[in-house]
């Protein structure tokens, strides 16, 4: 379904919509020479117009089922055309800077069924205001999920409007906007059937104990999911994550602040809380044993925390058997290792996922976790440098269930492709990438081998990684995985990684090819 329009055309569109209905339909003559002058000859055939007999619903649900540039051309054909596509248009993208008021009236006459709204503004242009934001609330009285960026001229007002005015709404994610607590508190206050909602860079906070608590008003019991992005002072949210009874979700994202003691309050008052990500957040071990309260957690990221040990994460393990997915960016601090993985492997044997990123796990703890979680399908280790042909080897030999396996940075050579090749049955995907000693010998050998199994090799060398490793460094890392295991649609990264998969073939293409020994990193 098409999720933009252009504001900038929508005036020319009913011109070349009054153009194209002034055409004649298309017939087909047939008028074949005649060779006696005295016979009158002549057969004309006009096509029947299936697509007009077609009802509204019909030819609306084919819209739906169109990319927007193919609605945009769509909407352009006839009278008739322009009316259904506006109609059944449900998602709506549009550029939120100040000049788009004035067109509001009639873009939502046109679109006049939108339930899902993004108003988008670059940082260095003017915003919608107020006015603008609340001549939308009457228009769009059904609007379900809004999405506000840099819009930074809306304010508490604007804001209290719309919340009263679009009482169903049930996701709102807003970023880089400045109406603060009292806006945000407008939402909650009046949208009680809000259920997921997500802030990034919200502006106008107050610092200390004069900052304003959000929530958790009307959302008490339908908000399911929060997530906060690089938030100042975000504790201000307490009192709403405290509040969500049934709160299932919660992610924080550089978040500023000492985050322990409100854990501990929020895991003293709520216990449903079934994920968890903490990224680059001031957290300790007493934060991981607040977490290990909530017995039915079991998604868990700790990305960035060096302040987290083994002996947060045993508290995890212990307490939180439910666990199925885990995620660890040990930042390479060395504080999580052999002894935290161990306790996973005892307690959490329903595992399904893990991602290991800069920790140094070693066989012991490999092993454990390969004979313990049966049911492991999706594994990752990335920046290890304990992770080799051992460890490799034993994977292939304990883990029965592994499906998707991905290996980045670490000392594993050819050896270690031998080794999949006999072991893990049902391993569907190898990503091995910036392991220098795996060739794409090693890499045609494991496909020959296994003629159904997908190889992907990335020969490039590997970037030096130390403890002040990149944002960017690090994410690579994340990414890499996520298009591996668990498809993330991430459009620029998987561009990145066809790039140089398809390096890495003609790579090997060639050197079977010539015979000889040049490596794949030469190929730029």
């Given at each position: 379904m098409g999720q933009s329009t252009s504001t900038a055309a929508f005036?020319?569109?009913?011109?070349?919509?009054?153009?194209?209905?002034?055409?004649?339909?298309?017939?087909?003559?047939?008028?074949?020479?005649?060779?006696?002058?005295?016979?009158?000859?002549?057969?004309?055939?006009?096509?029947?117009?299936?697509?007009?007999?077609?009802?509204?619903?019909?030819?609306?649900?084919?819209?739906?089922?169109?990319?927007?540039?193919?609605?945009?051309?769509?909407?352009?054909?006839?009278?008739r055309w322009l009316t259904i596509e506006g109609q059944s248009r449900r998602r709506l993208s549009l550029n939120a800077q100040a000049c788009l008021f004035p067109l509001i009236p009639s873009l939502f006459s046109r679109f006049d069924a939108v339930t899902k709204l993004a108003l988008k503004c670059e940082r260095r242009s003017v915003s919608i205001e107020d006015d603008a934001l609340i001549l939308i609330s009457y228009k769009c009285r059904n609007l379900m999920r809004l999405k506000l960026r840099a819009c930074g001229e809306l304010t508490y007002t604007g804001m209290e409007t719309f919340a009263k005015n679009c009482k169903g709404l049930k996701k709102l994610s807003c970023g880089s906007c400045t109406f603060g607590a009292k806006g945000m508190n407008a939402i909650l206050n009046n949208c009680a059937s809000l259920e997921e909602l997500s802030v990034k860079r919200l502006r106008g906070i107050t610092d200390g104990t004069a900052a304003e608590p959000i929530g958790p008003g009307l959302v008490a019991s339908s908000l399911k999911t929060l997530c906060l992005k690089e938030i100042y002072n975000g504790q201000c949210f307490g009192p709403l994550i405290i509040g969500a009874k049934n709160l299932r979700t919660l992610k924080l994202f550089h978040c500023s602040g000492d985050w322990d003691k409100l854990l501990e309050v929020i895991a003293d008052q709520t216990?449903?809380?079934?994920?968890?990500?903490?990224?680059?957040?001031?957290?300790?071990?007493?934060?991981?044993?607040?977490?290990?309260?909530?017995?039915?957690?079991?998604?868990?990221?700790?990305?960035?925390?060096?302040?987290?040990?083994?002996?947060?994460?045993?508290?995890?393990?212990?307490?939180?058997?439910?666990?199925?997915?885990?995620?660890?960016?040990g930042w390479k601090a060395n504080r999580i290792g052999d002894d935290g993985l161990i306790a996973v492997s005892k307690f959490c044997t329903n595992l399904q996922e893990l991602v290991l990123i800069a920790v140094n796990p070693t066989k012991l703890s490999l092993e454990m976790l390969a004979s313990n979680c049966q049911n492991l399908e999706r594994l990752a280790l990335c920046g290890s440098d304990t992770v080799g042909d051992a460890e490799i080897s034993c994977i292939a030999a304990k883990c029965i269930a592994l499906k998707k396996l991905c290996i980045k940075s670490c000392p594993v050579s050819d050896e270690g492709m031998e080794a999949l090749a006999s072991g893990c049955p049902n391993l569907v995907k190898v990503k091995v990438k910036k392991c220098k000693a795996v060739t794409c010998d090693g890499a045609d050998w494991l496909r020959a081998?296994?003629?159904?199994?997908?190889?992907?090799?990335?020969?490039?060398?590997?970037?030096?990684?130390?403890?002040?490793?990149?944002?960017?460094?690090?994410?690579?890392?994340?990414?890499?995985?996520?298009?591996?295991?668990?498809?993330?649609?991430?459009?620029?990264?998987?561009?990145?990684?066809?790039?140089?998969?398809?390096?890495?073939?003609?790579?090997?293409?060639l050197r079977r090819l010539s015979g000889g020994n040049s490596s794949s990193r030469n190929i730029s």
């Open positions: 005036s020319s569109r009913r011109e070349v919509s009054n153009c194209y209905r002034a055409k004649v339909k298309p017939t087909a003559l047939i008028s074949p020479t005649l060779t006696d002058e005295s016979s009158d000859f002549h057969v004309s055939n006009t096509a029947p117009d299936y697509i007009s007999e077609l009802p509204d619903e019909c030819l609306a649900y084919i819209f739906q089922s169109l990319s927007s540039g193919d609605r945009k051309q769509c909407s352009l054909v006839c009278k216990s449903g809380l079934v994920e968890i990500h903490l990224e680059r957040l001031q957290v300790t071990d007493v934060g991981l044993a607040a977490i290990s309260n909530f017995p039915n957690l079991e998604i868990l990221h700790l990305v960035k925390t060096p302040e987290c040990t083994n002996l947060g994460l045993v508290s995890v393990a212990e307490r939180c058997k439910l666990l199925r997915k885990l995620h660890i960016d081998s296994r003629g159904s199994l997908a190889v992907n090799l990335d020969t490039v060398e590997p970037e030096p990684q130390d403890a002040s490793a990149s944002d960017r460094g690090a994410q690579e890392n994340v990414v890499e995985f996520a298009s591996v295991v668990v498809a993330a649609p991430i459009i620029a990264s998987r561009n990145t990684g066809r790039s140089a998969s398809f390096k890495s073939r003609l790579a090997c293409t």
